[in-house]
């Protein structure tokens, strides 16, 4: 199916990274995109909110309806405290502006715990655009061991990597060179807003 392509494409994406999203394999996504088999309607309706267009669009209707913002899915919790499993389920949607949208891959994430405080909050959740650099400084989201995610700011050492978190009441967390290697811990993405929910 065309849209699907040029949907899929105009994001940047592999036929993996959305059929992740949807909870599919790539093979059948691929069956989806070259109109092999055919979508169910909870599948659609997954898509167009990943989207932001239509279910018609999808299926070749008319344009889809223009908006200034995009849909993302909130995939689950991570921690702002002791690193949790990483939870790759759709739990929600944030709009976000469509001009950020096009400048790369971007979910949510819900944050659990309380060492981000008072920024972040238990509930609250971060819009995370999907990255594997940063800078120091920056907060970002890391996977630790393949499967505990974090939520911290990040500093670059010569030894290795601190994990700082805003809370004082919170311990720095310290990876060494060979801890980064061994687990391994590395960054999955910038956070670049915060949805506070109250």
Do not use: C
């Not at 909870?23 to 309607?41: T, V």
């Not at 907060?139 to 010569?158: E, M, Q």
């Amino acid at each position: 199916m065309n849209r699907l392509r040029e949907l899929r494409k105009a994001r940047r994406m592999t036929q993996s990274d959305v059929a992740k999203i949807v909870g599919i394999g790539q093979s059948g996504y691929s069956f989806w995109e070259n109109g092999r088999s055919k979508i169910d309607d909870a599948s659609l309706k997954k898509l167009a909110g990943f989207y932001g267009v239509t279910v018609d669009y999808i299926l070749g209707g008319d344009a889809p309806i223009e908006s200034s913002t995009v849909r993302v899915p909130v995939l689950g919790d991570v921690a702002a405290g002791i690193p949790i499993e990483a939870i790759t389920d759709i739990v929600d949607y944030e709009e976000i502006d469509a001009a950020l949208a096009a400048t790369g891959e971007f979910f949510g994430l819900r944050v659990k715990g309380a060492s981000m405080e008072p920024r972040m909050r238990d509930g609250d959740v971060v819009i995370v655009r999907k990255q594997d650099r940063a800078e120091t400084g920056d907060t970002v989201v890391v996977l630790v061991n393949g499967d505990s995610a974090t939520v911290k700011k990040i500093k670059y050492g010569p030894d290795g990597i601190s994990l700082i978190p805003t809370n004082p009441v919170h311990d720095v967390q310290f990876y060494s060179a060979a801890d980064v290697e061994r687990l391994p811990v590395r960054v999955i993405g910038r956070v670049v807003e915060l949805r506070a929910k109250y």
